[in-house]
């Protein structure tokens, strides 16, 4: 029974411990947080048990995922890449729309986001670069021309209609370049390059885009901003330069009000994050006991981490923290195991991906970053997102099961040497 067992759980036991602790906090929060949805749907267990089945599902292509050999996910990234972005193109075109943002694409009923995938593919092909152009004192200089390609079709793309997601993924292929020790040099020239960009796009923001929080106090004045919009050919491309705005001016008003100053309407996702912030009294008021579950909007997605600090207090916030952090450098020493530089890059490239969206969404949440659509991976209630960073663990999964491996044949090599001695 226990080889059974053993012959699913395979790979790194730390990293399924880290995994299956997320799960569980995810259900208790899911199933807390989803008031809304309860109230939509007419059922309490409704949503999480649909929750459920996703994690399950979830780590069903995890199993398999981690019983693939390294060597077939090099084979799998022409196609990957051919994938993402043939969807990231059919989304920009035909994409359907929420809250403002074209993300999904729906496929044979399926509704799934293409960035998601193309994530994984760029950390793949950046990871294969790497290796492929590795040199004994570090990599080819030519290995960050052809990042720079790569990046350059996809990061776009995605940039169009999620920008927080292109920003996160442009610094987890920075950090894989650091790790892949490219030239100081050019990644030098690549952050002077990134900064001026960062200030044209910022420019742009702020001069096409009009700040929607102010604009929603006279409906009619927006009304016609977005019919004006709607009509010019920019449109398409420019159109959520309003929300970035908006969320940048936020942001960058650091202007403490007094409580009874505060715009509930306005403000209604920062408002409520903060209060169930400062109500947890640090110790928290225990599962299931939220109040701002019921008046903060997407309380199960982008700011569950919020309703974990009220229930769980500020112990529940360490502990999904440092979850996080024994992920990444867990992942850093099954990288260091590796004795083939693409298993260690894709495994590093995966750990910092989950890691720095999960960070962002935890910045976003306690008020130190401007809000954004981020989910925390692998808690919050999201669809193919979550089947998708199963996917990613059972990655690193099996590149530790390799690394093991031929670490345990490295041992007996050489304990067979000293017998012979």
Same mark, same amino acid.
């Given at each position: ?21 997320? +799960? ?45 050999? +390294?060597? =077939? ?7 990957? /890449? ?6 990231? /193109? ?32 760029? $950390? ?11 040199? &004994? ?11 720079? *390609? *790569?990046?350059?079709?996809?990061? !776009? ?14 610094? $987890? ?9 490219? !030239? ?38 927006? %009304? ?31 202007? %403490?009000?007094? &409580? ?44 569950? =981490?919020?309703?974990?600090?009220? %229930? ?25 195991? +590796? ?30 970053? &401007? *809000?954004?659509?981020? &989910?925390? !991976? ?8 979550? *089947?998708?960073? +199963?996917? =990613? ?15 345990? %044949? ?12």
């Amino acid at each position: 029974m226990e080889k059974k067992i053993g012959n699913i759980f395979k790979g790194d036991k730390v990293i399924w411990m880290v995994f299956f602790f997320l +799960c569980i906090i995810s259900i208790v929060e899911v199933y807390s947080a989803s008031s809304q949805l309860t109230y939509k749907g007419g059922s309490y267990l409704a949503p999480v048990i649909k929750h459920i089945g996703i994690l399950f599902m979830g780590i069903f292509f995890m199993i398999i995922t981690l019983n693939v050999g +390294c060597r =077939y996910f090099k084979i799998a990234t022409p196609f990957l /890449l051919i994938l993402s972005i043939a969807t990231l /193109l059919w989304v920009i075109i035909a994409g359907q729309s929420t809250n403002g943002a074209q993300r999904w694409i729906s496929l044979l009923g399926i509704q799934f986001q293409p960035s998601e995938i193309a994530k994984g593919t760029l $950390v793949l092909a950046t990871a294969q670069i790497l290796s492929a152009m590795q040199t &004994p004192t570090g990599a080819d200089k030519n290995a960050f021309k052809y990042i720079l *390609v *790569v990046c350059a079709v996809i990061i !776009p793309l995605i940039m169009l209609e999620n920008l927080s997601t292109a920003v996160l993924l442009a610094g $987890v292929i920075f950090f894989m370049m650091i790790i892949g020790r490219v !030239p100081t040099q050019q990644l030098g020239k690549l952050m002077g390059v990134a900064v001026l960009f960062i200030v044209i796009v910022f420019g742009m923001v702020m001069i096409i885009g009009n700040d929607t929080s102010k604009t929603n106090q006279n409906n009619n004045l927006t %009304e016609k901003i977005y019919e004006d919009k709607e009509e010019s050919k920019g449109y398409k491309i420019f159109h959520r330069f309003d929300t970035w705005k908006a969320r940048i001016m936020k942001f960058a008003d650091n202007k %403490e009000l007094k &409580p009874e100053d505060v715009d509930l309407d306005k403000d209604a996702q920062v408002a409520h994050a903060n209060i169930a912030i400062a109500s947890s009294n640090v110790v928290g008021k225990g599962p299931g006991n939220s109040v701002e579950r019921d008046f903060l909007s997407q309380a199960f997605s982008d700011f569950i =981490y919020a309703i974990i600090i009220e %229930e769980m207090g500020i112990f529940g916030a360490f502990v999904v923290a440092f979850l996080y952090i024994i992920l990444l450098f867990r992942s850093g020493r099954i990288a260091n195991r +590796c004795e083939n530089t693409f298993p260690a890059f894709l495994a590093m490239g995966l750990a910092l991906l989950l890691v720095t969206q999960a960070l962002f969404n935890m910045c976003v949440a306690v008020g130190l970053a &401007p *809000v954004t659509g981020q &989910p925390l !991976p692998l808690v919050s209630k999201g669809g193919t997102s979550t *089947v998708i960073n +199963c996917i =990613y663990i059972g990655v690193i999964l099996s590149i530790s099961r390799s690394a093991k491996k031929k670490q345990t %044949e490295t041992e007996d090599l050489r304990t067979l040497k000293l017998s012979v001695a």
